[in-house]
């Protein structure tokens, strides 16, 4: 079946990486992945973003620079689907850690259980949306992107964008290397979720 939902990462997976980006000026969308976001909302898929800013502990910018980000991706997101009927946002919702154990900022500088590779974005994830894990993929261009969703049953792939084929590299010496998917983008899942639908088809008639 297709995922009830994709936890997807920010940064190298859905926007270039500019080094801890700040600004909605400073965004730029990897090649496809609007397009993807539209037809992941045709077909009813939930894109919930999860990650990891620790910008705002080291003192970079606030979370007041997050969530403008946020809005301006949401924006991009929304006029590209406009024209779709499909119910819900193109992005469903973020989430964001804005700690870091090493960080500058009282009250952000500490080991949170949010963190990516922690689970804490995840499980916040499947209680507001009320998920089940295995129905749900877990999309990414680094390890700590996907480890929280394996450790809770998802599906995992690793994109090649960003930081995705150092990490590739990586992924051969973890235990759980064969439960990832490598794709070259997200673009890529669209067809993978396009499969899962015709899989259910195909079974409601065989």
């Not at 700590?144 to 995705?164: C, H």
Request: aromatic content about 8%; hydrophobic content about 40%; glycine content about 6%.
């Amino acid at each position: 079946m297709k995922p009830q939902a994709i936890l997807c990462d920010r940064d190298g997976t859905l926007i270039e990486d500019c080094h801890f980006l700040s600004r909605p000026e400073q965004i730029q969308w990897i090649p496809g992945v609007l397009e993807t976001l539209k037809h992941l909302k045709q077909k009813g898929v939930k894109v919930l973003v999860v990650s990891n800013q620790s910008g705002v502990a080291r003192g970079y910018f606030d979370t007041a620079a997050v969530e403008a980000v946020h809005a301006k991706l949401l924006w991009d997101a929304e006029q590209v689907s406009a024209s779709m009927p499909s119910a819900g946002a193109a992005i469903a919702n973020f989430y964001y850690c804005p700690h870091h154990p090493k960080g500058e900022v009282v009250g952000y500088s500490y080991a949170c259980d949010c963190r990516k590779p922690e689970p804490g974005m995840f499980l916040q994830a499947i209680r507001d949306h009320n998920l089940n894990p295995a129905h749900c993929w877990a999309i990414g261009d680094r390890l700590r992107d996907l480890e929280p969703g394996l450790q809770l049953g998802m599906k995992a792939f690793l994109v090649q964008t960003g930081s995705g084929l150092e990490a590739q590299q990586e992924l051969s010496k973890r235990p759980y290397a064969k439960l990832v998917t490598v794709i070259s983008s997200l673009s890529e899942i669209l067809s993978l979720v396009q499969s899962q639908d015709l899989r259910r088809i195909d079974s409601q008639f065989h």
